[in-house]
């Protein structure tokens, strides 16, 4: 018996994304995208929000975020100051990474849970708890 791509894999966010328009918001968006369609499909999402509303790090191969430290080990050409490191890939290329702001990386922290909820409203109560914890 053979699976279909979609029956393999699971997204939030979904395909396509604008790949092409690597020069405005898009180009965030996509990386962003891409993050939390790859924890989803990986079932790491729960977990994931959790790490991230305590600006924990949290990766895998392939998908990548980082919140900003002076030297963390993995970033040894990318040492920043404030923001929220996400990249794709592996190993990811310059064009496949972005620096957000706190604020940008909490906004898709918000949509990705509300997507998350259209599929799991058993999750409700776990979700709310965790977005109230979202720094300010």
Known sequence: MSESFDELN???FG???NYENKDNFNNQDWI???YFDRMYNDQHFLEV???MV???E???DGAYCHFACEYDGFLDDMIFEEGVFFAIGY???KEDEIVVSEATCYHYVRLACEKYLKL???DTDKINELLAKIPT
């Open 91 to 93: 190993p990811p290329e």
């Open 120 to 122: 799991h409203p058993e």
């Open 10 to 12: 699971k997204f939030l």
């Open 54 to 56: 305590q600006k924990i």
């Open 49 to 51: 929000i959790n790490y």
């Open 32 to 34: 962003i995208k891409t």
């Open 15 to 17: 395909l396509p994304y």
């Open 58 to 60: 949290f990766s895998t």
